[in-house]
């Protein structure tokens, strides 16, 4: 990826390597260059979560919009996947979504969707970054900056809240079944999905119990959500719930809980959901698509169950594009990040949440039942600190080091390196029978990497 754009937008410090500046800049960026040469007046949709520094973020974006021509809508606090719907229902240029998603409030982002509701290409974040670094001539403009727009040309900035409530009526026409015998349990993060989940569960029919549901703009993530799955463990066990699913910060990650208070992850729910769609015959070219860390005991459960999958590197636009190109309808991460593409282009926490509890219904099971196939294997990761990612990859006794590890797992496990896409680490995966050969097998490869001096 860029200098300044990873796989899943601009992220950094907000106020240190992400900065108000940053988001001017961007904002007058792609109110001049969907002009097309000023010929087109722009509209982009813009959403944020619930992060203090989310509003300072808005409002930069937003003057730099308007200042280049374009106008702004505004969905206000929202998910990442509402963003999506909107731009690709009411014909936007762009969709822009503030959120460092599953990260701590004080890390802020800016992800750019194009006019399908996909994640821009790489071509134009390519522009877009040689215009922060300021080589205006690469990018074909000969003036000092940019020009501004004046007089009528200005752009306006639209409340846009309905855009936002036709998405929570989209989420509800979804579901295929009433939820009123079901007591559910939500974990919002204190983030985008503080108000809409419960709404959309409620109008569902369900009795809808929340937690971490009051953001002050400081507690997004802490101690709660996908990330921190035990809260919503212990609330669906004391209050004896049928089943919880907590959400990320941005709620495009959806982890569930099943009645007894145990986690189904990401793994457990593409398997329940490739179930599911297989039994009505929606499940196309009978195929998941995986990244290469989803566990061995999905693999083996798929294989189980006679359903195909594919992998692609970690990162759901490297899933996404793969479900575009070959035709699937189901794809995900372990993490929660579940893409279903015949109702949206990106990862949908809530979405998700409905599509589970309709495998549940139809199935007249619990989730435990429903998940039990999937056997999840111990799975460590140790994260090495390195100069040079690509030496490390390259190197020779590195490699022998994996081979050897390979080797002695056999078909029990396996172990991965790979490479971070944001940051200078590298990550030694290995899965086994057990945490202590997990352990043992990737402090082998670690120990390997510091004795070449490559951490």
Known sequence: ????????????????????????????????????????????????????????????????????????????????????????????????MISASHNPYYDNGIKLVNCRGEKIDDATIEKIELYLDGKLEELGITTPDIPFA?????????????GRNRYIGYLISLSRYSFKQFRIGLDCANGSSWMIAKSVFDALGAKTYTINADPDGLNI??????????????????????????FDGDADRCIAVDENGQVVNGDHILYVLAQYLKQRGALENNTVVTTIMSNLGLYRALDEAGILYEQTTVGDRFIYENMQQNGHCLGGEQSGHIILSKFATTGDGILTAIKVMEA???????????????????????????????????????????????????????????????????????????????????????????????A
């Open 1 to 96: 990826m860029g200098k300044y754009f990873g796989t899943d937008g601009f992220r950094g410090e907000a106020g240190v390597t992400l900065t108000s500046e940053h988001a001017y800049k961007i904002g007058r960026f792609l109110g001049w260059y969907y002009s097309d040469g000023g010929k087109h007046k722009v509209r982009a949709v813009i959403g944020k979560d619930t992060r203090r520094s989310s509003y300072m973020f808005e409002y930069a974006i937003v003057a730099g919009l308007t200042a280049s021509g374009g106008d702004a809508y505004m969905l206000h606090v929202t998910t990442t996947p509402s963003v999506s719907y909107a731009v690709a229902g009411d014909d936007f240029d762009c969709g822009i």
């Open 150 to 162: 004046t007089g009528a040309e200005l752009g306006q900035i639209v409340d846009y809240a309905a």
């Open 221 to 246: 993530n802490r101690d709660a959500g996908s990330t921190h799955i035990e809260g919503l463990c212990k609330f669906v066990r004391e209050n004896r719930l049928d089943i919880g699913f907590a």
């Open 360 to 454: 549940v219904i139809s199935s007249k099971l619990t989730l435990s039942k429903l998940a039990e196939p999937v056997r999840m294997l111990p799975q460590v990761t140790k994260n090495v600190r390195v100069a040079d990612k690509a030496a490390v990859r390259e190197n020779a006794a590195v490699q022998k080091s994996l081979a050897a590890v390979a080797e002695r797992l056999g078909n029990t496990g396996r172990v991965l390196l790979r490479e971070s896409g944001t940051e200078p680490v590298v990550r030694v995966m290995v899965e086994a029978p057990t945490e202590g050969i997990c352990q043992s097998s990737a402090d082998e490869v670690v120990r390997v990497i510091f004795a070449e001096g490559l």
